[in-house]
T-cell receptor, first 113, second 112 residues
Framework: GENVEQHPSTLSVQEGDSAVIKCTYS??????FPWYKQELGKRPQLIID?????GEKKDQRIAVTLNKTAKHFSLHITETQPEDSAVYFC????????????FGKGTHLIIQP | EADIYQTPRYLVIGTGKKITLECSQT?????MYWYQQDPGMELHLIHY???????EKGDLSSESTVSRIRTEHFPLTLESARPSHTSQYLC???????????FGSGTQLSVL
C-alpha cells in the first residue's frame, strides 16, 4: 500500500489567502519529512523539511507542522503570491524497502489573481 | 558550479531504438537515484545506487537498466524503447549523511 497519502490533488486559492496541503504516513520509523516544489517545466526543489523531533518549522511565508501521534504533516503557505503556483510534493524517508524518499502524489496549487 | 546534469533535455525516438539517458553530478554525492514522473506528476523510484558498482531496483518495476562505474555518473539505458516508456525521467542525488535530495532538470522521453 501507499507509504504517504497527500491531499488535495488540486487546490485553488485567491492571491493573498493561505494554502494548506496535508500528508499522512504509515511507517512509525519515518523521521524526515521534506516538501518539494516543482514549477511547470522545472525540476523539483526542496523548500522546507522537518525532522520527527520537531513539531513545527517556519521559513518566511511557509511552515510545516508535524503530528507524530496522528502520523500526519502539513505545509502551510501564507499570503500566497502568483509565484507560489506549482506542484507540491510531500515525502518521507521510510524507503518502502528501497532507499531514498517516498513521495506523495502531488498537489497542484493554483493561485487565482 | 556544483549541480546535477541530465542530457538530453528532450528526446523523441522510434519504437525499438536503444537509448541512454545521461546523468552526472559534480557535488561529490555517493547516492544517486532515477525517478519516473508520469503525466499525473507522481514520482516513482525506478533505480538507485549507493556508490560505485552498486545498483538496485526501486519500487516501480522498469525495463530500463542502470550502471555506476564512476561516482559522478549514473546513466539509464533502455535496450528497446516502446511507447509505454514515454515519460519524464528525473535523476537525483544526495550525500549519504544527509537526506536532502537534489534533482536534475529531467529528460522528457517520447517514444513514437
Amino acid at each position: 500500500g501507499e507509504n504517504v497519502e497527500q491531499h488535495p490533488s488540486t487546490l485553488s486559492v485567491q492571491e493573498g489567502d493561505s494554502a494548506v496541503i496535508k500528508c499522512t504516513y504509515s511507517d512509525s520509523a519515518s523521521n524526515y519529512f521534506p516538501w518539494y516544489k516543482q514549477e511547470l517545466g522545472k525540476r523539483p526543489q526542496l523548500i522546507i523539511d522537518i525532522r520527527s523531533n520537531v513539531g513545527e518549522k517556519k521559513d518566511q511565508r511557509i511552515a510545516v507542522t508535524l503530528n507524530k501521534t496522528a502520523k500526519h504533516f502539513s505545509l502551510h503557505i501564507t499570503e500566497t503570491q502568483p509565484e507560489d503556483s506549482a506542484v507540491y510534493f510531500c515525502a518521507e524517508n521510510s524507503g518502502g524497502g528501497a532507499d531514498g524518499l517516498t513521495f506523495g502524489k502531488g498537489t497542484h496549487l493554483i493561485i487565482q489573481p | 558550479e556544483a549541480d546535477i546534469y541530465q542530457t538530453p533535455r528532450y528526446l523523441v525516438i522510434g519504437t525499438g531504438k536503444k537509448i541512454t539517458l545521461e546523468c552526472s553530478q559534480t557535488m561529490g554525492h555517493d547516492k544517486m537515484y532515477w525517478y519516473q514522473q508520469d503525466p499525473g506528476m507522481e514520482l516513482h523510484l525506478i533505480h538507485y545506487s549507493y556508490g560505485v558498482n552498486s545498483t538496485e531496483k526501486g519500487d516501480l518495476s522498469s525495463e530500463s537498466t542502470v550502471s555506476r562505474i564512476r561516482t559522478e555518473h549514473f546513466p539509464l539505458t533502455l535496450e528497446s524503447a516502446r511507447p509505454s516508456h514515454t515519460s519524464q525521467y528525473l535523476c537525483a542525488s544526495r550525500v549519504g549523511a544527509s537526506e536532502k535530495l537534489f534533482f536534475g532538470s529531467g529528460t522528457q522521453l517520447s517514444v513514437l
